[in-house]
């Protein structure tokens, strides 16, 4: 399996904080780079993908992706109770997806 | 639409027993995935098809594991036999060729060995 490395956490930040997830991954040859979050006993769901270096921003959600470094980040900015969950990064090479172990995010009130 | 369905949502089985898992995926999509996810080693690709013809299984762990799509509408993965270390939340993923690249993941079937 092609590996893709996330600390497991877990990431407490205070409500209203910036939280930042990171991700880096093997496989030079990927070509798509997703978030996906996860609820306690639910099924992943995509937050953000992001195919270029860069950032790329979607209302509270940031991604930035450096290829040349393999690193993949997701910001997230006035985070909210709302927010815990685990996050998982996932890259994609053609048309296999791989996933990291995901961190485990709690916001605190 | 549904989304990506998946029967059972839970199964406790015993050691040595036969579990078959089953998934229908989006309609008109051409991509299944089948995943493991665990605490000690996070979601992991066992396999997946594309139009209905297994493309890549080496993530499948051991013999024991077996998957078929008979069609475009359903899919089953295999356990035989069944070992406590194959305890796990099992989910299947669809995807359609051009797409953004989003999985749509069913609700997960959690699988307890004993």
């Known amino acids: 399996q092609k590996e893709v490395e996330q600390n497991s956490g877990p990431l407490s930040v205070p409500e209203g904080a910036i939280a930042s997830l990171n991700c880096t991954y093997s496989d030079r040859g990927s070509q798509s780079f997703f978030w996906y979050r996860q609820y306690s006993g639910k099924s992943p769901e995509l937050i953000m993908f992001i195919y270029s270096n860069g950032d790329k921003e979607d209302g509270r959600f940031t991604a930035q992706l450096n290829k040349a470094s393999q690193y993949v980040s997701l910001l997230i900015r006035d985070s909210q109770p709302s927010d815990s969950a685990t996050y998982l990064c996932?890259?994609?090479?053609?048309?296999?997806?791989?996933f990291g172990t995901g961190t485990s995010l709690t916001v605190i009130p | 639409d549904a989304g990506v369905i998946q029967s059972p949502r839970h199964e406790v089985t015993e050691m040595g027993q036969e579990v078959t898992l089953r998934c229908k995926p989006i309609?008109?999509?051409?991509?299944l995935f089948w995943y493991r996810q665990t605490m000690m080693r996070g979601l992991e690709l066992l396999i997946y098809?594309?139009?209905?013809?297994?493309?890549?299984d080496s993530g499948m762990p051991e013999d024991r594991f077996s998957a078929k799509m008979p069609n475009a509408s359903f899919s089953t993965l295999k356990i035989q036999p069944s070992e406590p270390r194959d305890s796990a939340v099992y989910f299947c993923a669809s995807i359609m060729t051009g797409n953004t690249g989003e999985l749509f993941f069913g609700e997960g079937s959690r699988l307890t060995v004993l």
């Open positions: 996932a890259v994609n090479n053609g048309n296999q997806f791989y």
């Open positions: 309609s008109g999509h051409d991509y």
């Open positions: 098809f594309n139009n209905n013809v297994p493309i890549d």
